[in-house]
């Protein structure tokens, strides 16, 4: 009964390193998101999917990219990575989009820093 | 717009004691609303939501969460704190779009 599984679970990049950070959820989930916690700031929203070949921005979408090839998986791409983007990334999965009644399960997280 | 705001940063309890978090929301129309609890280390896990219906909620470990219209808001309580209770909780909500509070870290003190 995996949920939402999340790879690395730690990493330190150097500014400038590019890296992808994996998510893959076992639900048939359509709505998958990527969100960085930042401490006193809550969840911010990166990118997010509401469907296989189908992505969208969310409130802080730069420095990274998205793609979504299949149901199950939905990767985060960091470019050319900066300090500002140490943080805490978590991926989710919902059944419909948030906003509604269904609620997101979440990933254990990535703690990534960047030095 | 709307948002979600959560009172307090930090609240600290003794063993025992009441659990009071205290969550308001900004919405022109009734939002759907969520506490999530994270545990150190760990993603966010859904402790109780209110969608329709019954304006108190129930959810898992004991804590429960009052829908109230008129105020606005949608504080989560626990009668007894325990000490596994100890993480941070997190109000969201919205219609058709969700927002995050910035999250109440609960210290319980033995």
Known sequence: NAGVTQTPKFQVLKTGQSMTLQCAQDMNHEYMSWYRQDPGMGLRLIHYSVGAGITDQGEVPNGYNVSRSTTEDFPLRLLSAAPSQTSVYFCASSSREPGWDTEAFFGQGTRLTVV | ?110
């Open chain 2, 1 to 110: 717009a709307q948002s979600v705001t959560q009172l307090g940063s930090h609240v600290s309890v003794s063993e025992g004691a009441l659990v009071l978090l205290r969550c308001n929301y900004s919405s022109s129309v009734p939002p759907y609303l969520f506490w999530y609890v994270q545990y150190p280390n760990q993603g966010l896990q859904l402790l109780l939501k209110y969608t329709t219906g019954a304006t108190l909620v129930k959810g898992i470990n004991g804590f429960e969460a009052e829908f109230k219209k008129s105020e606005t808001s949608f504080h989560l309580t626990k009668p007894s704190a325990h000490m596994s209770d100890a993480a941070e909780y997190f109000c969201a909500g919205g219609y058709q779009k969700v927002t995050f509070g910035t999250g109440t870290k609960l210290q319980v003190i033995p």
